[in-house]
């Protein structure tokens, strides 16, 4: 069973940096998908940004593009959201997930963690 834990959350100023780390384990993640989704009250769960594991394609929302990256290091089986320039509307809770596949999709994630908090400040 795919287990997820998300960290490196917080509170940051307009135009700060985050790292967000997804300690990923129970699986064999050659041949998934790993993404990072966000949410705020009364909205539905959107898309951020998504890796293959094993050839390292990306994929990212509009939102985000240029200001957030994400990658993986496979020794650690961690993934990673970099997120630059943050704006007052990246704040929420911050998810990672996981999911079989080799071409890079937005949907069909089975696998979540439990989520981390981000607050950007204005």
């Known amino acids: 069973q795919v287990q997820l834990v998300e960290s490196g959350g917080g509170l940051v100023q307009a135009g700060g940096s985050l790292r967000l780390s997804c300690a990923a384990s129970?699986?064999?993640?050659?041949?998934?998908?790993m993404a990072w989704f966000r949410q705020t009250p009364g909205k539905e769960r959107e898309f951020v940004a998504a890796?293959?594991?094993?050839?390292?394609?990306?994929d990212y929302a509009d939102s985000v593009k240029g200001r957030f990256t994400i990658s993986r290091d496979k020794v650690k089986n961690t993934v990673y959201l970099q997120m630059n320039s943050l704006k007052f509307e990246d704040t929420a809770v911050y998810y990672c997930?996981?999911?079989?596949?080799?071409?890079?999709?937005?949907?069909?994630?089975?696998?979540w963690g439990q989520g981390t908090q981000v607050t950007v400040s204005s």
């Open positions: 129970g699986g064999s993640f050659s041949t998934y998908l």
């Open positions: 997930a996981a999911r079989p596949g080799l071409l890079l999709l937005r949907y069909g994630y089975n696998s």
């Open positions: 890796i293959s594991w094993s050839g390292g394609s990306t």
